[in-house]
């Protein structure tokens, strides 16, 4: 198990939380909060080891431009694809514009 | 369940605990307790190296059911294979707990247990088995005011602790997809041998364990299909039955004179079972 903490520039504040996914195996959980304008911390705990770097660019793809609501980020990963992580972010802040959050 | 139907209703088993919750209560009344965002996690995991959940597996959802108060207690079985651990299975022994209390103080609160469970999860040994005793103790306190249904829909089904929380709803529900043992197949074969107990022979193992020969042999009374309308009528219908006049659990004279006509030396079939268990367990 592995805790990895990574920011990347945003912007206005994310109205609302959102909450997708399970902590099942290849899957994971991701639950979505309000931050400070400009700036989003993503929280990451992962049950596979050694892969900060993996991390590190699959997010960089999705927050790497900062034009996403600026939100704190909990992930709670058992073992999911690169893919999987990148639609499970997708659809927590689909969830937070079509509900205004959990 | 015809081609059709199949392609419009709403799988009740590819939901997760929060959805199945949603779609029993009335539309619009959910809201959660100890949510998670309250981050209300497993404080023994980490230690061993395990990614905790942020609601620990299990959904604690109020709201009303065919106009009155109802609490949907929900088990994720996709996390740790529903295991109960001491804040799991805590969240449903203080929930039933609760609306015990509200019955006695003149709301009738009544509750739906999901079980998607193994039994206790192993990494907090004697505190998850100390939380499942007070959930049995829960629901025999509850079941005398109100009817609690318990429903496995699978696909991880109902194991172990849970299995006995189970039998002593006042009502059980279950699928085709979902089984219902004290003991899983493995241990079963591990313990007494794969000539009694294939683990890996599935169409076997849901012969005997499987919720229609459940249904079949009176240990889930109601059999529905994977369908989300169908689990929701099931359960109002149950809730507008009203108390069973007994339940299964206190029918123990009628159960023992079933098992006296089983005979151990002979090999079971799953027909055997059904001819003998079929007859009820009326004393």
């Not at chain 1, 504040?13 to 400070?36: F, I, K, M, T, Y």
């Not at chain 2, 203080?94 to 509200?102: C, H, K, V």
């Not at chain 2, 109902?158 to 299995?163: F, V």
């Amino acid at each position: 198990m592995e805790t990895i903490v990574l920011e990347f520039p945003a912007g206005q504040p994310a109205q609302g939380r959102a909450l997708v996914g399970v902590v099942a195996s290849g899957d994971l959980e991701v639950l979505l909060e309000a931050n400070a304008a400009n700036r989003t911390v993503v929280n990451i705990t992962t049950s596979v080891d050694g892969k900060g770097r993996l991390w590190q660019a699959v997010l960089e793809r999705i927050f790497g431009d900062g034009s996403l609501p600026a939100a704190k980020l909990e992930i709670n990963d058992s073992g999911a694809t690169p893919g999987v992580v990148q639609m499970r972010i997708g659809q927590v802040f689909e969830q937070l514009k079509s509900t205004g959050g959990a | 369940m015809d081609t059709r139907q199949l392609l419009e209703r709403q799988s009740f088993i590819e939901l997760d605990a929060r959805s199945r919750a949603k779609r029993l209560l009335d539309k619009g009344t959910f809201s959660e307790l100890l949510d998670p965002f309250q981050r209300v996690t497993s404080p023994w995991l980490m230690r061993q190296g395990i990614v905790t959940q942020a609601d620990d597996g299990m959904v604690v959802a109020r709201g009303t059911i065919d106009g009155e108060p109802a609490v949907v207690l929900g088990i994720d079985g996709g996390f740790q294979g529903g295991s109960m651990g001491e804040v799991s299975a805590a969240k449903i022994a203080g929930s039933l707990e609760l609306a015990a209390e509200d019955n006695r103080n003149g709301i009738p609160t009544r509750a739906v247990i999901l079980f998607e469970t193994g039994g206790v999860r192993l990494q907090e040994a004697n505190l998850g088995l100390a939380a499942i005793a007070e959930i049995h103790a829960g629901i025999v306190d509850l079941r005398r005011y109100q009817p609690v249904i318990g429903i496995t829909a699978g696909p991880i089904g109902c194991y172990g602790g849970m299995s006995i929380a189970a039998g002593l709803c006042s009502y059980l529900i279950g699928t085709r997809e979902a089984r219902l043992g004290l003991n899983g197949p493995a241990v079963i074969e591990q313990e007494a041998g794969i000539a009694e107990f294939d683990s890996r022979d599935r169409p076997m193992i849901w012969s005997f364990t499987g919720c229609e020969q459940r249904h079949r042999t009176g240990l889930v009374d109601d059999y529905v299909a994977d369908d989300a309308d169908a689990m929701r009528a099931a359960v109002i219908d149950l809730f507008r039955a009203g108390r069973p006049e007994a339940c299964r659990s206190e029918r123990v004279a009628g159960f023992l004179a079933r098992l006296s006509e089983v005979d151990p030396g002979v090999q079971a079939t799953p027909e055997q079972v059904a001819a003998i268990y079929g007859k009820g367990f009326q004393s």
